[in-house]
């Protein structure tokens, strides 16, 4: 099979060693042994700071998307109304999602290339439409964007809706989260992006108001989020827990922590600077419009013409670089390069750029 010494794929990013042993270890069983309760509530306590949160924290098995889905389900009914703030494959996606589970959904578009700027376009639509979910996403991977959050919780407090769902899967941990300072209800993260670990859990910070309207809706399923309101109390999981996953998720939130939060969003930072700086020196565009917000985590750039992208991509893979490509209206335009958790690193990210330079040269 064929590996990359050069990782910088926007997720699932490089996992460290210290992460991968700790879902090397042949646990007990987390459904009957008490040390796995134990583990759980520590790592509900390092999440919770993460997420800048007194909210309770549920850690499920299965990735970011399963979150994504158990919240919505857990949360809405059909017929239920929702405005999705939408600026890129993550936030449309969301609005469908909704769709598809009976909600009538509105979406506010933003081009793929910016973030949110126009406040009163949101505005209205919470005005007009009385909704019963906000749904956002905080950095958009697919586009490199960072979508700026605090207003919408103003105007979530403003316009009474009860429930602000947020994607904060790829910023979690490289940029600032203030669930409870910015109102979030449901804060959606992910194991595989800042976190750096394998693509198996995900997380999400919930309100007393979310718990309320999850007993109410009293959704079954996998992805449900009602068991885990008791799961604690009762020693009770709705499935055999993933104790591997959730000792490397303990793990990697721990070395955040040890970091420091600030020195975390501002290691992140200065690569992010350092790589835009590099590629646009090369001549190469950044794909986010200037008037955006660009990402610390990742960053997207436009595929370099007339080489294209499937060229391209064979000529970094060539030489050890594992880029991501893009989705959805962006496939085949835009590449990326993700500079999260494990690969927000000066020294990798700079051996990514010579060999992004030397294929330039060369093409
Ligand atoms: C990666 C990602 C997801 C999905 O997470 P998976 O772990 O791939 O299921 C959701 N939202 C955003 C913004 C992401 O970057």
Not at 230 to 254: D, E, S
Request: charged content about 20%.
């Amino acid at each position: 099979m064929q590996t990359y010494p050069i990782p910088m794929t926007p997720g699932p990013v490089m996992v460290p060693p210290e992460i991968l042993a700790a879902g090397q270890v042949n646990y007990g069983s987390g459904d009957t042994e008490p040390e796995y309760l134990e583990l759980y509530n520590q790592t509900e306590a390092e999440l919770r700071q993460l997420f800048a949160t007194a909210n309770r924290v549920v850690i499920q098995t299965g990735e970011g998307m399963l979150a994504l889905w158990g919240a919505l389900k857990s949360c809405l009914k059909p017929g239920d109304r929702v405005v999705a703030v939408a600026s890129g494959v993550f936030g449309f996606g969301i609005a469908e999602m909704a769709e598809s589970i009976g909600a009538v959904v509105k979406v506010v578009p933003i081009p793929y290339n910016q973030t949110i700027t126009d406040w009163q376009a949101i505005e209205a639509a919470l005005a007009d439409y009385r909704p019963r979910m906000i749904t956002a996403v905080h950095c958009e991977t697919p586009s490199g964007t960072l979508n700026p959050l605090e207003r919408l919780g103003q105007l979530k407090r403003e316009y009474e809706v009860p429930l602000l769902y947020v994607d904060v899967v790829s910023s979690l941990g490289g940029a600032p989260v203030k669930v409870d300072e910015w109102g979030i209800d449901l804060a959606l993260g992910g194991s595989q992006k800042v976190l750096s670990c394998p693509p198996d859990m995900s997380f999400l910070a919930v309100s007393d108001a979310a718990w309320e309207i999850i007993e109410q809706v009293n959704y079954p399923g996998y992805d449900a989020l009602k068991p885990f309101r008791t799961a604690q109390q009762t020693a009770a999981f709705p499935y055999t827990p993933n104790w591997h996953g959730t000792a490397a998720l303990h793990v990697a939130a721990r070395r955040i922590l040890d970091e420091g939060l600030e020195n975390s969003f501002q290691r992140h930072a200065v690569v992010a600077d350092y790589c835009r700086e590099r590629l646009t020196k090369m001549g190469l565009s950044l794909y986010p419009a200037r008037s955006a917000i660009a990402s610390p985590t990742v960053t997207a750039v436009n595929v370099p013409e007339p080489l294209g992208w499937p060229e391209f991509d064979r000529r970094l893979r060539a030489r050890g670089l594992a880029v991501g490509g893009s989705y959805g209206p962006l496939a085949g335009k835009v590449f990326r390069l993700g500079h999260m958790g494990s690969q927000a690193d000066l020294d990798l990210v700079s051996r990514a750029l010579d060999v992004i330079e030397d294929v330039l040269k060369t093409a």
